[in-house]
């Protein structure tokens, strides 16, 4: 059994801007009734997004998953930004570096990737070697071994893949989410009350049987939901990658949550993980 009343995924963005066609949010409860898209075709601003979590989470027990990297690698080379002085080796102190030194709206990071830290994310060839910028966490890697084939990597910034923009922006909303909403696993999982973690939708595609590939049709996305004992979306209209992403992954953390108590203790993560890179929930 679970904690949790409801389970939320957010597939988030990083784009510039002040409202983002690429976030969708999707909302199920425990008892086992399919995933609904919540204000569907609204798009949303990352500043509501936060509001609805705070909002949401004072309601009932939930559970939600942000599809971005909670803090970036640093145990391979013991430091975020090798060669910088002053940045923190904390994931907490990081997220509020981070939101010191990016002025972008809405939460946006964009500059601190293109402007303040330039020379460690890779904006395309002209900045070298590519395999010089990337680096992986410790879930990364477990993900990998088991073969979850996350590739992409917190520094690189280029591309329909990357995951630098989003996840950087998502440091800035930890950092406003920090002590009003345990994060976990920065935070120890509550025994009451609602949880913040990482997610990746990846890993609930694959528990349905299917590819990993993203999903765009009702038909596709609710045999996912099928495969994760979840009743078909009631949806009038053919969704797009994002709103399945957070269909299928809201889905997919309720299953798991529900009957894999384990899913908090992954054989992988240490104390120092937990407070300096995270993980990925999902990845035993």
């Avoid at 990364?140 to 979850?148: I, K, R, S, V």
């Avoid at 999903?215 to 969704?239: G, I, V």
């Amino acid at each position: 059994m679970t904690q949790f009343e409801r389970f939320a995924a957010i597939d988030w963005s990083g784009a510039k801007g002040k409202r983002h066609k690429g976030i969708a949010v999707a909302l199920c409860d425990a008892g086992g009734s399919a995933p609904v898209l919540v204000r569907s075709g609204h798009i949303w601003s990352r500043a509501e997004v936060l509001d609805w979590l705070l909002a949401t989470a004072a309601e009932a027990p939930t559970l939600f998953g942000f599809d971005f990297s909670f803090a970036p690698p640093i145990a391979e080379r013991g430091e975020y930004l090798p060669g910088e002085p002053g940045v923190p080796s904390t994931a907490r102190e990081f997220w509020a570096y981070v939101d010191r030194c990016a002025d972008d709206e809405d939460l946006g990071a964009a500059s601190f990737l293109e402007r303040v830290h330039r020379r460690h994310f890779y904006f395309g060839i002209a900045d070298g070697v590519k395999a010089d910028f990337v680096r992986f966490r410790r879930c990364d890697a477990e993900l990998n071994a088991q073969g979850g084939r996350k590739t992409a990597s917190a520094y690189d910034a280029i591309g329909a893949a990357q995951v630098a923009k989003a996840s950087f922006s998502g440091m800035r909303l930890l950092h406003r989410l920090d002590g009003r909403v345990p994060i976990w696993p920065m935070d120890p999982l509550p025994k009451q009350g609602s949880a913040v973690v990482e997610i990746y939708t990846r890993i609930y595609l694959r528990r349905a049987g299917l590819p990993g590939t993203k999903l765009r049709s009702r038909a596709e996305l609710n045999r996912a939901l099928k495969a994760l004992d979840s009743p078909p979306a009631r949806l009038r209209f053919e969704p797009n990658d994002h709103q399945t992403d957070a269909l299928v992954t809201a889905a997919g953390m309720r299953a798991l949550a529900t009957a894999e108590p384990g899913a908090f203790a992954p054989g992988g993560l240490t104390p120092q993980i937990a407070r300096s890179e995270g993980w990925t929930f999902g990845v035993s």
